[in-house]
């Protein structure tokens, strides 16, 4: 059975910091490509960083880019989203994804990613 569990969210103010981790179960985790995206009330599926199989080649928003770094420890089956600096508008639930092979394009597209978690919030108070 495939899981990806979220976990790390909380209330933080603005200026601070969250690491959020996600424990992958079910598939062979140094095959994923890795993704984490969030949602706001109200607001669609916003893709925030991506990392390829081996840990290299981040990628990242225009919008967290700079603040967020997103790494990966294969022995862990864990990927982690690093996030400093935050603002009330990076408030939203966040999920990480997986991209099992064959693998498809684009990193940021949502519907590149077949396994999901449930989720963790993150709330930036001003």
């Known amino acids: 059975q495939v899981q990806l569990v979220e976990s790390g969210g909380g209330l933080v103010q603005a200026g601070g910091s969250l690491r959020l981790s996600c424990a992958v179960t079910g598939l062979t985790f140094s095959n994923l490509i890795m993704g984490w995206f969030r949602q706001a009330p109200g607001k669609e599926r916003e893709f925030v960083a991506a990392?390829?199989?081996?840990?290299?080649?981040?990628y990242y928003s225009d919008s967290v880019k700079g603040r967020f770094t997103i790494s990966r420890d294969n022995a862990k089956n864990t990927g982690y989203l690093q996030m400093n600096s935050l603002k009330p508008e990076d408030t939203a639930v966040y999920y990480c994804?997986?991209?099992?092979?064959?693998w498809g394009s684009g990193y940021s597209t949502p519907t590149k990613y077949d396994y999901w978690g449930q989720g963790t919030q993150v709330a930036v108070s001003s």
């Open positions: 990392i390829n199989r081996s840990g290299g080649n981040p």
């Open positions: 994804a997986a991209d099992p092979p064959p």
